[in-house]
């Protein structure tokens, strides 16, 4: 077959199946080659919380969404142009995300009658016309591939588990690319099992030569341009970008890094990379329990590391008391929450920004905290910077929250110069031991010294207890107790003066102004981009301090007439803004375990703009 080819700016592509089908790995993979060939695209994982679900369950679903294009990314998509089903049951799954006239790329393998029975299929949709909207191409991938390997004489069940890559050698042929840096990848990673290396790199040219003599598919999809990328790139997730950032951020504080912290989905994979960087003097303490992350990481800031601990909604619940000591202590702390679905265990491989009103005021007393939230996956690099910008100058815990959709989803990022990053050392003028007071703060800070204990003459008590104004010692005074706890809040509440301002883009004032925070910001941007298109013109402010607020904040929400929140929780935001601004704020709540969608704020926006106009 000679297919055509259509030239193409943007593409989705979802891969699904089993838990077991590998769609992760080539949904990783596919993202990585694409990106280094100059296109920008954002990934999104979507699986299941059990390791394992049963085998063709509707629940047991393991998705993969690319979104590439030769424009700025900013979403993996709300409806997909191609997708990859290995069973009945991913296809009755995603289905209703495919856009009209879309690819399905199906494993007839799983279609069998018990994978149709546990899809609540009556009957086949490959075969009864209930995919006549699609350009459907169906094929038994794992027939094909026992069928045409069998000389090899490797094992039925090995032959099967490489269905995975005869699907990625399809799709690898839909958009034109070559096939030889995935061979180059399979080669390098299955060096040591030469059978799965062969079986896989066989299988992917199996799937590119069948899909080249087919013509249910009539056009490759090739993008019209590149993007002009200047510099070195790759593609990182989130959690990624975290781990490198809390490096760099050593590095450019002369501080040597301590990582404490007890896993938990989905910020595990923070501690996972951290343990790689060991040649770089990092310590890492993969704690019993969360507590006993949080606790030694507060002794590493003790003893003047640059200290983190990682965490999720249940663990960050178990850190409450710890979080409290170390703003009793005033030791610089980074906090990582990756947010989940919750409560209690919740939907543990879900997003949600859910834990917003548990950062501002989770812990017991008048115990307050700067509060980060990064809004990208790249982002998450520059707001970890950030956060350890802000612990280490005012000698604080500091919260930075980011979710399991920014943890797990990439997008290629610019890697940087060491010389172009921040300087965060900290100015060590120790006084002598005559004139040294372990609470003496700065005039404008308010940040009390970092003396690392060992020093002569410097030894000072620090601890739980209330501690008397200067001196740090065990204090129960009633007068003192209210100069300490109002010395706390002043201290967090003055970072307002070294934050950048709130920016707004789009009209300065208006009808309409969408107000975000996190991981809403590429739904948000794409979103103003098709309303854009239909005539709409709406402003748009991003969040990335959270306590203290920017501080013309208050100014620009007092210039618009409807200001649009959306969330993935119940409105926490919403509410703070509410009580502080004494405005009327308007809510777009979603908490279903999945990012918001373009078209959801696009649809919100316009109801608004309907209601206002009936009103007149």
Request: with cysteine; hydrophobic share 40%.
């Amino acid at each position: 077959m000679n297919a055509s080819t259509k030239k193409i700016t943007e593409l989705t592509i979802r891969f699904a199946g089993d838990s077991g089908d590998g769609m992760q790995l080539i949904g990783r993979k596919f993202a990585d080659i694409m990106a280094s060939s100059g296109v920008d695209l954002i990934t999104f994982p979507d699986f299941p919380s059990e390791i394992r679900a049963p085998e063709g369950t509707l629940y047991g679903v393991s998705a993969y969404q690319v979104r590439l294009g030769i424009k700025e990314i900013a979403t993996p998509g709300d409806l997909v142009d191609v997708l990859v089903v290995m069973n009945a049951s991913s296809l009755k799954v995603n289905l209703k995300q495919v856009k009209p006239g879309g690819i399905i790329i199906a494993n007839a393998n799983g279609f069998d009658s018990r994978n149709l029975k546990l899809a609540a299929y009556e009957s086949s949709p490959l075969e009864d016309g209930s995919l006549a909207d699609f350009q459907l191409l169906s094929v038994a991938m794992i027939d094909n591939i026992r069928s045409s390997l069998k000389e090899l004489g490797y094992s039925p069940k090995a032959l099967k588990k490489s269905k995975n890559f005869y699907a990625l050698g399809i799709i690898f042929w839909l958009m034109d690319h070559p096939l030889e840096e995935l061979e180059h990848w399979l080669a390098k990673k299955f060096a040591r099992n030469e059978e799965t290396a062969i079986i896989n790199r066989r299988s992917v040219r199996l799937g590119n030569k069948f899909a080249a003599q087919q013509e249910e598919i009539s056009n490759q999809l090739v993008f019209k341009d590149k993007l002009a990328q200047k510099g070195r790139y790759r593609n990182i997730t989130g959690n990624h970008a975290v781990a490198i950032g809390l490096v760099a951020a050593a590095e450019k504080a002369k501080r040597p890094l301590f990582l404490g912290s007890y896993p938990i989905t989905p910020a595990t994979e923070i501690l996972q990379y951290i343990s790689g960087y060991k040649k770089y003097g990092i310590k890492h303490l993969q704690a019993e329990d969360e507590i006993a992350g949080i606790t030694s990481a507060i002794g590493a800031a003790y003893g003047g590391s640059l200290a983190v601990t990682t965490t999720s909604g249940p663990g960050l619940s178990l850190k409450s008391e710890a979080l409290g000591l170390a703003v009793m202590l005033e030791l610089p702390l980074i906090i990582v929450n990756v947010m989940r679905a919750g409560p209690s265990t919740g939907m543990p491989t879900k997003p949600e920004q859910s834990d917003l009103f548990q950062a501002m005021f989770g812990r017991h007393g008048e115990a307050p905290m700067p509060v980060l939230a990064a809004s990208t996956p790249n982002d998450c690099f520059e707001m970890t910077m950030e956060a350890a910008r802000v612990a280490i100058k005012y000698m604080t815990p500091v919260m930075l929250l980011t979710d399991g959709y920014l943890a797990q989803s990439s997008s290629p990022w610019k890697i940087p110069r060491s010389e172009d990053l921040p300087d965060l050392t900290m100015e060590t003028n120790i006084p002598d031991k005559e004139s040294f007071q372990p609470y003496d703060r700065d005039p404008i800070t308010l940040a009390r010294p970092w003396v690392s204990p060992g020093i002569p003459g410097l030894e000072h008590r620090i601890g739980g207890l209330e501690k008397e104004n200067i001196t740090g010692k065990v204090s129960y005074d009633a007068v003192n107790h209210q100069v300490m706890t109002d010395l706390r809040a002043q201290k967090i509440n003055g970072i307002v003066d070294d934050i950048p301002a709130a920016k707004v883009n789009g009209p300065a004032s208006n009808d309409l102004l969408i107000l975000g925070w996190g991981s809403t910001q590429g739904a948000i941007s794409t979103a103003l981009d098709m309303l854009s298109n239909d005539g709409i013109d709406v402003a748009h402010c991003h969040l990335r301090h959270l306590n203290p607020l920017p501080s013309n904040l208050g100014e620009i929400v007092s210039n618009y007439e409807h200001v649009l929140i959306p969330e993935m929780n119940k409105g926490q935001l919403q509410m703070m803004l509410q009580a502080k601004y004494k405005k009327e704020f308007t809510g777009y709540h979603k908490v279903q375990g999945q990012p918001l969608r373009a078209s959801e704020i696009v649809n919100k926006v316009k109801e608004i703009l309907v209601s206002k106009e009936v009103a007149l």
